[in-house]
Nanobody, 122 residues
Framework: QVQLSEAGGRLVQAGDSLRLSCAAS????????MAWFRQAPGKDREFVGA???????AYYGDSVRGRFITSRDQWRTIHLQMNSLKPEDTAIYYC????????????????WGQGTQVTVSS
């Protein structure tokens, strides 16, 4: 039983920074990989970043590597620090949890939050 809830999305200007957070139910701690995905209208859901339940280093999708940082607090809260935001980063950002490790495909994640909208204007 895993419940996820995202917060922090809003309208920002290109070049700005923004921090998203996702709170997981307490039973999630130490059991699941936690990740961020995003989906723009008409596009497939895209992997953004994740931290495995093993406690290893975060890993990222190609489009955000070097600009975004994923971190995890007490293994039940995950954050996404987004820097140098671009209009193409505009999407609904979702928090997700998986019982597997080293996973980047949406189909490998069983639990999802409702999403939070991030809009980056020019």
């Amino acid at each position: 039983q895993v419940q996820l809830s995202e917060a922090g999305g809003r309208l920002v200007q290109a070049g700005d920074s923004l921090r998203l957070s996702c709170a997981a139910s307490q039973q999630t701690a130490g059991r699941y990989t936690m990740a961020w995905f995003r989906q723009a209208p008409g596009k497939d859901r895209e992997f953004v970043g994740a931290i495995d339940s093993t406690g290893g280093s975060a890993y990222y999708g190609d489009s955000v590597r070097g600009r975004f940082i994923t971190s995890r607090d007490q293994w039940r809260t995950i954050h996404l620090q987004m820097n140098s935001l671009k209009p193409e980063d505009t999407a609904i950002y979702y928090c997700a949890a998986s019982s597997s490790v080293q996973v980047t495909a949406a189909r490998e994640y069983s639990y999802w939050g409702q999403g939070t909208q991030v809009t980056v204007s020019s």
